[in-house]
């Protein structure tokens, strides 16, 4: 079992940044492919991007050069560092895990991933 808490969004203008945490609780952290998705209003939840249980390996959607996808196992935390938001990236944004006994697997299909967090808003104005 594992609880996750997202953490970070905010109100930003277009072209700034933001960094999303998400926290994580239980034993299966370490043990589990995480990732990131987002939900706009109206629209499907979806990938945004990926990492494997040993950060060696990530994944991306179409956001692949502004942002990036790190994790922590010692602090059972996930990060996702955005640059460059446009208004299309404004979303509720979503950590996930997927356990796995692949140590070097980055999922991207929503399926995969067991427990969710209930999310953090992010905005962009213009």
């Known amino acids: 079992q594992v609880q996750l808490v997202e953490s970070g969004g905010a109100l930003v203008q277009a072209g700034g940044s933001l960094r999303l945490s998400c926290a994580a609780s239980?034993?299966?952290?370490?043990?589990?492919?995480m990732g990131w998705f987002r939900q706009a209003p109206g629209k499907e939840r979806v990938f945004v991007a990926g990492?494997?249980?040993?950060?060696?390996?990530t994944c991306y959607a179409d956001v692949k050069g502004r942002f990036n996808i790190s994790r922590d196992n010692a602090k059972n935390t996930m990060y996702l560092q955005m640059i460059s938001l446009n208004l299309e990236d404004a979303a509720v944004y979503y950590c996930?895990?997927?356990?796995?006994?692949?140590?070097?697997?980055?999922?991207?299909?929503?399926?995969?991933?067991?427990?969710w967090g209930q999310g953090t808003q992010v905005t962009v104005s213009s």
């Open positions: 990492i494997s249980r040993n950060g060696e390996n």
């Open positions: 239980g034993r299966t952290f370490s043990n589990s492919a």
């Open positions: 996930a895990a997927a356990p796995t006994s692949w140590t070097g697997s980055c999922y991207s299909r929503l399926d995969l991933y067991e427990y």
